[in-house]
């Protein structure tokens, strides 16, 4: 499981989920919008749409807040046109950064995202630079309680089941993005539960930082979460699952 994910996990055990709330509500808009407006607004033809609407409902969204969302991405209703744009960069020990983002202004986000990785440490990169080292890939959590790595690979074998990371509390299924669907369904049939269904970028290596520099990096990462225009951040470090804990405790 990757450092993001680790860190993830710890926030919303420690209570943190609801402070969220509003902001991934925000992003969650953001992206059903984009996805109706590029796509379409039938979540049985435009798989970007229905993964966005699921996350929504996941997160105990107001069927009303996903359906305006939705009519904004198709025109029913007047709304903000969000632009796409992927911005790379380096944090302490050399950690990369690649930043996915919906703004209606490019240049106001990306002097932000440059503000904030100079504030702790950091600096963008060129495009290019940090890209290559993530692959894009779809994935599923399940809770440990719920399956084994031999329930997981039964399922899933057959429906594009590439990985499966078992650090951590739970188990993460790995596949191509164009098998997410066909995984979903494979579990769906075998009764497995299953949460966090996404298309990511998980990193091909990560680098692994202590002390101060994991306290700076985890700063970075929250501040960059924390602007309205980042819709995620994608980080190839690993940090020991007890340091994160230390670090949590902390905030």
Same mark, same amino acid.
């Given at each position: ?28 808009? +953001? ?16 798989? +970007?749409?229905?993964?966005?609407? !699921? ?10 807040? /996903? ?30 950064? #690649? ?33 290559? !080292? ?22 899933? #074998? ?33 009764? /497995?539960?299953?949460?966090?269904? !996404? ?9 692994? /930082? ?20 980042? !819709? ?20």
């Amino acid at each position: 499981m990757s450092g993001h994910s680790k860190w993830s996990t710890i926030k919303h055990k420690k209570g943190k989920a609801d402070a969220l709330r509003g902001r991934l509500f925000t992003k969650l808009i +953001r992206e059903i919008t984009v996805a109706a407006r590029e796509g379409g607004g039938d979540v049985n033809i435009n798989p +970007r749409l229905r993964l966005a609407v !699921q996350a929504g409902k996941d997160s105990n969204m107001p069927a009303d807040n /996903i359906d305006r969302a939705v009519k904004k991405g198709t025109g029913e209703l007047p709304g903000v046109v969000y632009e796409a744009a992927t911005y790379e960069g380096y944090g302490p020990a050399g950690v990369a950064f #690649l930043i996915e983002v919906l703004t209606d202004n490019k240049n106001r986000t990306v002097s932000e995202v440059r503000h904030t990785f100079a504030k702790f440490g950091g600096s963008m990169a060129e495009t290019g630079a940090v890209a290559w !080292q993530f692959d894009s890939k779809g994935t599923l959590t399940v809770a440990k309680d719920d399956a084994t790595e031999d329930d997981l690979m039964l399922a899933g #074998l057959d429906a594009g089941l590439e990985d499966i990371d078992a650090e951590g509390e739970a188990l993460e299924a790995i596949c191509a993005p164009t098998d997410l669907e066909s995984l979903k369904q494979a579990l769906e049939e075998a009764e /497995i539960p299953f949460a966090d269904v !996404q298309l990511t970028r998980v990193p091909q290596n990560t680098v692994a /930082i202590a002390g101060g520099e994991a306290a700076t990096l985890i700063r970075l990462l929250e501040s960059l979460e924390e602007n309205d225009d980042v !819709q995620t951040v994608h980080a190839n470090f690993d940090i020991d699952i007890s340091e994160l804990e230390a670090i949590a405790a902390e905030e």
